[in-house]
């Protein structure tokens, strides 16, 4: 567990789900350009973290609750899993997605979460991560850039959303 700037950054478990819900349906809500749709339910949430891969894992940014008065909230995450799980051919290779909430976003928090996924991405036994961004998401597409991924290529017309298509850049980073 990492303290920085007021926000604790932590491993996330399956009692995270409430928050994580929170997180993701409200990254949705306001109109952020990822590949997301829909709601998060606690209950679908808490599911997915529990049949988590054992080699997947996420880590989560908390801030409050050091003030005896509320309880912490997870107001950005990051999720790692294997890429391709029972295919040999990519074991080194780790899909990686992260969400940060509007007022917590250009402070450093989703660079504070990578250092903690990159060590535990190494410890795993990984050697490469993944990952695919809405193009027209600027802000995330430059954070990938800044902690040293670079696009392996661009598939045009890969999600389609609300009746809309989008291209989709994919990243990728060696370890």
């Known amino acids: 567990m ?3 700037d007021g926000i604790t950054i932590r491993l996330g478990s399956p009692a995270d789900a409430a928050g994580m819900a929170a997180l993701l349906n409200g990254v949705i809500a306001e109109g952020s350009p990822v590949l997301l749709t829909g709601g ?27 003030d005896g008065h509320a309880a912490p909230v997870i107001v950005a995450a990051q999720v790692f899993v294997p890429y391709a799980p029972g295919m040999p051919a990519h074991d080194h290779v780790a899909e990686m997605g992260t969400w940060v909430c509007a007022g917590w976003r250009r402070r450093g928090v989703a660079g504070s979460l990578w250092e903690h996924t990159l060590a535990a991405l190494r410890s795993r ?36 959303m609300d009746g809309r298509t989008y291209d989709v850049v994919m990243f990728e980073r060696f370890l």
């Open 40 to 66: 998060f339910t606690d209950e679908a949430e808490r599911a997915f973290l529990e049949e988590m891969p054992a080699r997947g894992g996420f880590h989560v940014a908390e801030a409050g609750g050091g």
């Open 125 to 160: 036994r990984f050697s490469k991560v993944f990952t695919d961004i809405r193009a027209d998401n600027l802000d995330s597409l430059a954070y990938h850039l800044a902690i040293g991924f670079t696009v392996a290529g661009t598939a045009r017309g890969q999600a389609v």
């Open 2 to 4: 990492t303290e920085v």
